[in-house]
């Protein structure tokens, strides 16, 4: 293995007060650092940082950085991606340090993604805690959570993930839902079920991100306040058949989604057998409008 896990998320974002509200007083993420500019970073557990925002109009992703387990791993996969022609680029000091990292590359995934590759980040002196969960975010060596990114083809994406960035293959959800074909493969770089996942291409760099908690609770309570405060759910309360996460999906400020979760499934490379699941949901996770109101 090469990457150890998800270590940060970039945003572009239109609405800079909108976001913070929405981080801060929706997730219950905290903003541990303020960039010139009007951007800010997002803290959710021992790392200084997870989610760089920054201002723009794109409203979509901006980077992915990946968390490389040593500097010798680090190596062996730059030498893997020279030899396979993809062109990657050292980070100027500047850079590294406006990262917080010990190393940096700069390159892009085959459906573009903006991609790093980094070595030693920068550990918070302050503990993180939220006031408005109970417990706290599973994050930490698994890394902040998953993403599903674009693909302009899910073979090469899988391809370059496994062969170049040492990630495994964890399964494949395939079927029908609601008259779309769905085939989606999901992939780990550590015990975390997936990491980053591929579908077929997206209208944004990203279809969600996904932090999960450590209390079902709260879920629910960021649904409520979800609910509360006007952010449009995309997905009802449901539980996915693979990762087993019991979650829900709604609507950033930029109109991508998030997802949820609690409970997610955790691989044993030593027993784990790649399988493909017929369905995206056992229960739940319906788009809230397909369901026509009950007649009296
Ligand atoms: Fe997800």
């Given at each position: 293995?090469?990457?150890?896990?998800?270590?940060?998320?970039?945003?572009?974002?239109?609405?800079?007060?909108?976001?913070?509200?929405?981080?801060?007083?929706?997730?219950?993420?905290?903003?541990?650092?303020?960039?010139?500019?009007?951007?800010?970073?997002?803290?959710?557990?021992?790392?200084?940082?997870?989610?760089?925002?920054?201002?723009?109009?794109?409203?979509?992703?901006?980077?992915?950085?990946?968390?490389?387990?040593?500097?010798?791993?680090?190596s062996?996969?730059?030498?893997?991606?020279?030899?396979?022609?993809?062109e990657?680029?050292?980070?100027?000091?500047?850079?590294?340090?406006d990262?917080g990292v010990?190393?940096?590359?700069?390159?892009?995934?085959?459906?573009?993604?903006?991609?790093?590759?980094?070595?030693?980040?920068?550990l918070?002196?302050?503990?993180?805690?939220?006031?408005?969960?109970?417990?706290?975010?599973?994050?930490?060596?698994?890394?902040?959570?998953?993403?599903?990114?674009?693909?302009?083809?899910?073979?090469?994406?899988v391809?370059?993930?496994?062969?170049?960035?040492?990630?495994?293959?964890?399964?494949?959800?395939?079927?029908?839902?609601?008259?779309?074909?769905?085939d989606?493969?999901?992939?780990?770089?550590n015990?975390?079920?997936?990491?980053?996942?591929?579908?077929?291409?997206?209208?944004?760099?990203?279809h969600?991100f996904m932090?999960e908690?450590?209390?079902?609770?709260?879920?629910?309570?960021?649904?409520?306040?979800?609910?509360?405060?006007?952010?449009?759910?995309?997905?009802?309360?449901?539980?996915?058949?693979?990762?087993?996460?019991?979650?829900f999906?709604?609507?950033?400020?930029?109109?991508?989604?998030?997802?949820?979760?609690?409970?997610?499934?955790?691989?044993?490379?030593?027993?784990w057998?790649?399988?493909?699941h017929?369905c995206v949901s056992?229960?739940?996770?319906?788009h809230?409008?397909?369901?026509?109101?009950?007649?009296?």
């Amino acid at each position: 293995m090469s990457v150890a896990q998800l270590g940060y998320l970039g945003f572009e974002v239109s609405d800079l007060p909108a976001w913070e509200d929405f981080a801060t007083s929706v997730l219950g993420l905290k903003v541990s650092q303020r960039d010139t500019g009007g951007g800010f970073r997002l803290q959710m557990d021992s790392h200084s940082y997870r989610i760089l925002i920054t201002p723009g109009t794109a409203d979509d992703l901006a980077v992915v950085g990946w968390e490389i387990e040593s500097d010798t791993a680090l190596s062996e996969c730059l030498e893997r991606l020279k030899k396979a022609g993809v062109e990657v680029n050292e980070a100027t000091a500047q850079e590294r340090a406006d990262r917080g990292v010990a190393a940096l590359f700069k390159l892009r995934d085959p459906a573009g993604a903006p991609t790093e590759l980094y070595t030693g980040p920068t550990l918070s002196s302050e503990a993180f805690t939220s006031p408005l969960l109970l417990s706290k975010f599973v994050a930490e060596e698994q890394g902040l959570g998953h993403l599903v990114l674009t693909a302009n083809s899910q073979d090469e994406s899988v391809q370059f993930y496994s062969d170049l960035l040492g990630f495994k293959l964890s399964d494949y959800i395939r079927c029908d839902l609601y008259g779309y074909a769905v085939d989606i493969a999901f992939m780990h770089a550590n015990s975390r079920h997936h990491s980053v996942a591929f579908g077929a291409k997206q209208p944004k760099g990203l279809h969600h991100f996904m932090l999960e908690v450590a209390s079902l609770d709260d879920v629910g309570l960021c649904y409520d306040r979800c609910l509360k405060s006007g952010v449009r759910i995309m997905q009802t309360l449901g539980r996915h058949p693979n990762d087993r996460m019991f979650s829900f999906y709604a609507k950033t400020p930029s109109g991508f989604q998030f997802e949820l979760g609690y409970g997610g499934r955790q691989v044993d490379d030593a027993t784990w057998e790649v399988t493909t699941h017929p369905c995206v949901s056992e229960w739940g996770h319906h788009h809230p409008q397909i369901f026509a109101p009950r007649k009296k």
